[in-house]
């Protein structure tokens, strides 16, 4: 049974779409790629945390162990208050 449930797929969200992954670990490069098209590299990906603990960056190089619902998100690297585009 053990054995079942390390190959059930795991479903996380980046920017609220929902993707079922096979593996329970993830590298920040890896995540970034799942989307089409990939999250673009002038873009931060960050976990969203739950209450009040602060979500935090994920890098490229960063491996993650994946839980069932985890959320990510995307946003640019820089912010540049008050620019026009």
Not at 25 to 39: K, M, N, S
Not at 51 to 75: C, N, Q, R
Request: net charge negative; charged share 30%; glycine share 4%.
């Amino acid at each position: 049974m053990a054995e079942d449930s390390a190959k059930k797929p795991i479903r996380i969200h980046i920017d609220r779409v929902p993707y079922d992954v096979d593996q329970h670990e993830l590298t920040g490069a890896q995540i970034r790629d799942l989307p089409t098209p990939p999250i673009a590299a002038d873009f931060d990906l960050w976990q969203e945390e739950r209450g009040d603990v602060e979500d935090h960056l994920i890098a490229p190089t960063v491996t993650v162990k994946l839980k069932e619902d985890m959320h990510f998100y995307s946003a640019p690297s820089t912010i540049n208050p008050g620019q026009c585009s």
